[in-house]
């Protein structure tokens, strides 16, 4: 029971910062407005309109009974109530009315019609209080007669209390506006935070964040930016170091290559020049792998220009069909290029045509690239991921390397967000499915 409460509850809340604080300062506040306007309505209000209501009923029934014991003097008797208590009296024969002229839901009616029903009884009064501003029509049965009155609505109702609701109202509205201003700029700090590290996680280096806001908010921005600091300074000796051992190894297997060509056996020659090849085409894995990390700018990439420019770059038989979508997304082109070509390539070695599909999909796009090779074994979907693993079967995307080319799409991937599935193509070879978000 309290377990399907709290998700309730979870469900309904708000799930930013900024409003869970705004319900914690304002909740209170509005809470104790409206305890405080029903007490006082309550309590106080209504009680007070009940007496003045009381009050003038009671002045009306004994206007009534002076009328009817003396109705000689009934100019005097009318000037000396207009005078002392502002009421203006009408006495005719004229025809009740019998529509009710009273309101069903105003307090101020409900409050006359019940003192006048149980002082002059029922079907011998009629009131309405809509019909003039600042004065209220009332009209009573005398026998044969009709007494008018013209009473100001002061008599019938406390004007006080439009003047209560307004100043207990426009102070818990300051109030609530005031917190407004703070919790946004107590949460802008968080926010700004959140995004440097979205943006991180993308792989885009952030120089320009300056930690702001709380103590607490700054410890964490400061960490976050002395975090994001060591782990590009450990990227950066990683490529650095792989591009000095690149460097080493280049001159003696460029030494080597003299020597061999200079060997009269051309056959011994031969076989260790594809050996020499094949180890610079390893050490150039490698950068690769190690470049996955460099520093390169985010930009805005169109994803129907990059996979036209990779169809024109290379040659073999490349599908592209955009769906007459254009698709934009934030990330750094060289590095999506050079992943969604390790696919292509692929694809191209083992297969005789790729097929290139992009869609939309919800705040992301979805990219599917699919050939007509031999495939990948469904239980090694997930170890072609891994560094340096080389299948030894007919489908092998690192026959010539080392096993870097999935591995470096992945990284790559992962890096701007997004997540990258395997699985069967509708041409029997391997179907590639990368999720990016926009």
């Known amino acids: ?44 209000w209504i009680k007070v309109n009940k007496n003045i209501t009381r009050s003038l009923v009671a002045q009306l029934k004994t206007i009534e009974e002076v009328y009817q014991n003396d109705k000689k003097n009934l100019d005097f008797f009318t000037d000396s109530y207009k005078n002392n208590f502002n009421f203006e009296i009408g006495i005719n024969q004229e025809i009740f009315p019998d529509n009710s002229g ?29 019909k003039f501003k600042n004065a209220v029509e009332i009209k009573i049965r005398s026998g044969s007669d009709v007494i008018e009155f013209l009473v100001p609505k002061e008599m019938v109702s406390a004007s006080s209390v439009r003047l209560f609701l307004l100043w207990t109202t426009l102070p818990s509205l300051v109030l609530i506006i005031i917190a407004l201003i703070f919790l946004k700029n107590q949460t802008k700090p968080l926010v700004k935070l959140a995004k440097a590290a979205e943006r991180f996680g993308k792989g885009d280096y952030v120089n320009d964040f300056r930690a702001s806001g709380s ?52 056959e011994i020659s031969s076989k260790m020049s594809k050996d020499i090849d094949e180890m610079e085409k390893m050490l150039n894995d490698y950068l690769q792998f190690a470049k996955t990390q460099s520093q390169e700018n985010t ?13 024109k770059e ?35 070695i083992y297969g005789n045509k790729v097929e290139i599909n992009t869609q939309k999909g919800n705040n992301r796009a979805i990219i599917i690239i699919e050939d007509d090779g031999p495939g990948i074994p469904e239980e090694q979907y997930k170890n072609v991921f891994k560094p ?26 992962n890096s701007h967000g997004g997540n990258i599935q395997l699985s069967k193509s509708k041409y029997n070879g391997l179907k590639v499915k990368i999720f990016l978000p926009f």
């Open 1 to 44: 029971m309290f377990s399907g409460l709290n998700k309730f509850i979870k469900y309904i809340l708000p799930k930013r910062l900024f409003y869970r604080a705004l319900i914690i300062v304002a909740a209170p506040t509005i809470i104790l407005q409206i305890i405080i306007t029903i007490v006082f309505y309550d309590s106080v």
């Open 102 to 130: 009273e309101r069903r839901f105003s307090p101020m009616d409900r409050s006359l019609r019940r003192e006048l029903k149980s002082v002059f009884g029922n079907k011998n009064y009629w009131f309405n209080t809509s």
């Open 215 to 266: 103590q607490e908010i700054r410890k964490a921005a400061f960490e976050f930016d002395r975090m994001a600091k060591r782990i590009n300074r450990h990227l950066n000796q990683r490529a650095e170091m792989l591009s000095g051992i690149s460097h080493d190894l280049r001159t003696p297997l460029t030494r080597l290559k003299l020597q061999l060509a200079l060997l009269e056996q051309k």
């Open 299 to 311: 930009t805005t990439v169109n994803l129907n220009n990059l996979f036209t420019t990779i169809k």
């Open 314 to 348: 290379n040659s073999g038989n490349i599908i592209f069909n955009d769906n007459n979508l254009e698709i934009l997304l934030t990330g750094r082109p060289t590095a999506l290029k050079r992943s969604f070509e390790n696919i292509i390539q692929n694809g191209l």
């Open 388 to 413: 340096f693993f080389r299948l030894d079967k007919s489908r092998s995307l690192n026959q010539s390397g080392v096993g870097l080319g999935l591995a470096i799409v992945e990284d790559i991937v």
